[in-house]
Each structure stands twice: as structure tokens, then as C-alpha cells.
């Protein structure tokens, strides 16, 4: 069960600026986001993890670790087929493994060096990383940017059958919180910058030093 706390109280302690993977999380877990249309929706909290018919492992799944950005993305659970909010705890060793793996969806010369190298990283890595604006409750772009990563493959069979904890339908929360959306009486899941203790995949991601 995800604890909510004061957005106001979140806003005053959060990095206002800089890369960083806001998520709620405790020692062994963390908490990343997804949305879909309500039939993927109830087999994923029916049968505890990702499936059925409609759900394909043959395209990319996209989670993100934030949720602001996970409400700016599907409009808070109103965009067609994003209709539910899944919060999914999966293992900490298992989201670990996905930041080592991930590759830029964009050229970054800094990183890759040879536009070629950043290439063949591409194709040989199932998980895709990307950083985007991270935003406010009513949508707007904050100085601060939001992790989300896109799983393909083995990787994201392991993520759906070996690392997937629990789902909980987050959606009738949703609601009742974008209703409070410009008061104080907003609340949202209690998030903490999560620390990426590896360095070398610190430095590799641009995570902010506060996060090594």
C-alpha cells in the first residue's frame, strides 16, 4: 500500500532542479508506474503481474519511477487506453539491474563517445532510457528531470515473471487526488531521490552527485 503524504510538504524538500530518480521505495522495493486500459488493467491485479490476451511482451513497456510524471503522461488515468494506474513494486536488485542496462534512446556523445558505439550499445541492450521534464500537478515543466526506462525482451519477461512483487490498482486514488489538484490538501505517494550507489552507472545515466 502506498503511503500518501502533503504534496506541499514533498515540493518543499524535493531537488527543484538537475536529474534525479524520485521514487517511493524502502530497503528491498520500489515503486514504478503504469498505465493502461482497464482490461490489461484487472488481469494485472488478478493474477499479480503483467498478462492475458491483450498484454504483449513483443512491444516495449514503458514504467516510471515518478508519479507527477506518470499523471502528466496519462492525464491522471484520463487518456484513452491509460485509463488505470498500475502501481507495480518490484525488487530493488531487479530495478538495479535495469539502470546498469540502460541505454540512451538519444545519441549522447559524452557518454558513447562514436555515434556507432552508441548504436551497437543500442542493439545489444533491452532496456531503453530516457529523460524527460518532470511536472507539476497541473502539468506544467519543472526544471527537474524524470527518469522512465522501456523494457523489451528477456529483460522485460524478468521484470513481468521474476522481479513484479505486487500491483495495485491505483486509479480510484487518482481520481480523488487530481480533484484536490491546487490545494493543499493534495497528497501524493511519499518519494525519496533513489540512490544509485553504483558509480560508474551513476556517471553513465547524469544522475545529480547528491544521488552517488
Request: charged share 25%.
Amino acid at each position: 500500500m502506498l503511503e500518501l503524504v502533503p504534496y506541499a510538504e514533498q515540493r518543499a524538500r524535493w531537488p527543484a532542479s538537475g536529474r534525479h530518480v524520485m521514487a517511493a521505495y524502502d530497503e528491498t522495493s520500489i515503486v514504478v508506474y503504469q498505465a493502461y486500459k482497464p482490461s490489461i488493467a484487472r488481469h494485472a491485479v488478478k493474477h499479480a503481474r503483467l498478462g492475458g490476451a491483450e498484454f504483449s511482451r513483443e512491444r516495449m513497456s514503458w514504467i516510471k519511477p515518478g508519479f507527477l510524471w506518470m499523471m502528466f503522461r496519462s492525464g491522471w488515468a484520463s487518456k484513452v487506453n491509460q485509463e488505470r494506474v498500475l502501481a507495480v513494486r518490484i525488487a530493488r536488485a531487479g530495478f538495479d539491474a535495469l539502470l546498469a542496462a540502460a541505454v540512451h534512446s538519444s545519441y549522447v556523445e559524452a557518454v558513447y563517445g562514436a555515434h556507432a558505439e552508441w548504436k551497437q550499445a543500442l542493439s545489444g541492450s533491452d532496456v531503453r532510457l530516457q529523460w524527460d521534464p518532470d511536472h507539476d500537478p497541473h502539468g506544467n515543466k519543472l526544471e527537474r528531470r524524470a527518469i522512465q526506462l522501456g523494457l523489451r525482451g528477456e529483460t522485460l519477461a524478468r521484470y513481468v515473471d521474476e522481479w513484479t512483487l505486487g500491483i495495485e490498482d491505483i486509479t480510484e486514488r487518482v481520481h480523488a487526488e487530481r480533484a484536490r489538484v491546487g490545494s493543499d490538501a493534495l497528497c501524493t505517494p511519499r518519494e525519496r531521490v533513489y540512490p544509485v550507489s553504483d558509480a560508474a552507472v551513476a556517471a553513465r545515466l547524469g544522475v545529480a552527485p547528491s544521488e552517488r
